[in-house]
């Protein structure tokens, strides 16, 4: 047993001094103090580093298939009611969601931003159930009103009861509403009474759109949408009105879930301003206000190994006038948005214990040794210094 412990005593790699042969300095004192504080300091930093998360970005092609993009929004028009904006999709495989009333929720707000009424059935002009009456007398008993469309019907037995079903008969033949007072029920509902009631309102509309996974424009307008001559137009005349104010204010427009870190450039501000990147006020009647928006789609993966598939967008703003009749240039607002091939993927990585613990070593290591180094030098210098002194050498 005392030849094992011999033997393991040879192998100590840390001979000990006798404390008879210490010799403490106040150099020594000196470099101590600020080694062990550059040491503490490194330390410090060091464990900052490893409860922080990193995050590496990497790019790849894009070769995801089939999937949907959902498009989050939330826009106000403090100068156009709701009973006249609609909100048409569509993309370049030819699909169109015109007039889109699902998964949105406008607000009428006054001229000063107030909440007059919240609605979540319809982007269109309110229905307004009234007792229609036959042509020239009472229905009779058990007897069911069916309304004229007006030429409209795709057959026989079509009904258009409310001034909204005449205005959606005429919208999918492909024709414009000109003169509501001509439609019984539009006039009976007082549709033009109410847009005038309504003169001066705003309104705020935020949801959703869920769309394919492709290219394609949502835009927010005036009047009902139709196809004329494979020709997106708008019913405008309806309104009997010259000019429309398309001021807005995107308050937030997202293309997909939020992850940490996302930035869309789109996001309103408070203040209301001439022109900025979120928030256009009008400086010439019916324009087009377009933004056209590059959405690149990226993946976020935090440190627990949860995905996020998400993406992230860059936009350039354009406006020009729009005549009104111009079926080229419809006054509204234009979103249009083409997807990059290139996909972002962010994952968060966490430094492991013991690449800390690796660390952490090597400061102590590393700034005992450098310390050692500097006080061998200085030593040996004041005691050469000393000895020129002592034989007068030194000058």
Known sequence: METLFGKMRSLDAYPK???DFYSRTLSGGVITLVSSVFMLLLFISELRLYFHTATETKLDVDTSRGERLRI???????ALPCSILSLDAMDISGEQHLDVRHDITKRRIDAHGNIIETRADTIGAPKIELPLQRHGGR?????TYCGSCYGAEV???DCCNNCEEVREAYRKKGWALSNPDSIDQCKREGFLQRIKEEEGEGCNLYGFLDVNKVGGNFHFAPGKSF??????????LAFQKDSFNISHKVNRLAFGDFF??????????SAFVSKCSVQWTQQTPNAMYQYFIKVVPTVFTDENGHAIRS???????HVKG??????QALPGVFFFYDLSPIKVTFTETHVSFLHFLTNVCAIVGGVFTVSGIVDSFVYHSQKAIKRKMEIGKFS
């Open 139 to 143: 229905l009779d008993h058990n007897e």
């Open 260 to 269: 940490p870190g996302v930035v869309n450039p789109l996001d309103g501000l």
């Open 322 to 327: 729009a005549e009104l009749g111009r079926l």
């Open 311 to 317: 993406n992230q967008f860059s936009v350039t703003e």
């Open 17 to 19: 001094i006798n404390e």
């Open 72 to 78: 989050n929004f939330d826009v106000t028009f403090p």
């Open 155 to 157: 057959a026989d037995d």
């Open 227 to 236: 196809q004329q001559s494979n020709v997106h137009v708008h019913d405008l």
